[in-house]
């Protein structure tokens, strides 16, 4: 068996600059991101200090040959001011341009939500952090609806499906970028057994 040419760990602090790098990438060139300007590294490590802080996962993948960053995810809290949305965390996954559709965002995502299932394994990760939070339950992957984009923006819907991703909104011309409107899409796959996508207790 051939060995695998990339690997998932826990990103490090060291590891920022060249996260920036890939999503520079989108930022300046796609609607993958709705930034219009590079995030700065400082910016960026705000973002790792406060993510990991929580407790909550961020991921690179390296090629192993090199040892260079080839990918990242990370889930953040979504609408972190407030409260009430706690129980939901926002996903977010790049890969870099130069290395799509070579299983690193799968390998990516594979582990991410492994850390979701089984989160008393991982050390470093805390879904609950005082008596009354009630934990991740729900994890939102958020996205342009670009018809320009690989399989006229198919292939990243199937990107998301195919983790158990279900569509739970659809908000038309919400986003602006590069002179043209975009509509706005969100996925969301539920970790806590038996919530469905659309809230209710199943059972
Ligand atoms: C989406 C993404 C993380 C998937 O990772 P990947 O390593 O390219 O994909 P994998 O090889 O693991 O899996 C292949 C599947 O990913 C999707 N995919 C592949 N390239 C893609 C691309 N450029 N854009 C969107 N989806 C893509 C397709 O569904 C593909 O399945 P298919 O071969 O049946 O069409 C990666 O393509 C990427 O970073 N895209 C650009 C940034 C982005 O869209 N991020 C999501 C933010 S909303």
Redesign the pocket.
Known sequence: MNEPLFAVRPAVEADIPAVGA?NGY?VLN?V??FRFTLATNQELLEDFRNITKEGLPYLVATEKASNTIV?Y?YTARFRPAKRGYRPTVE???????Q???????????TELLRIFKEPEKYPNICLKQEPDDPGVRSIV????LDET???GG??????YE?FGFEQVAHLKAVGFKFNRWYAFESRCRIRQHGIQADGKVKG
Not at 99 to 109: A, D, E, F, N, T
Not at 141 to 144: F, G, I, K, L
Request: with cysteine; hydrophobic share 40%.
């Open positions: 890939i989108y796609t993958t991101t990918g995810c996903l977010s996954i790049f890969c870099s341009h290395h799509l559709s070579q299983g690193i965002g799968s390998l990516l995502l992957a958020c996205m342009a984009g690989p399989s198919l292939a990243l819907k199937r990107f195919q």
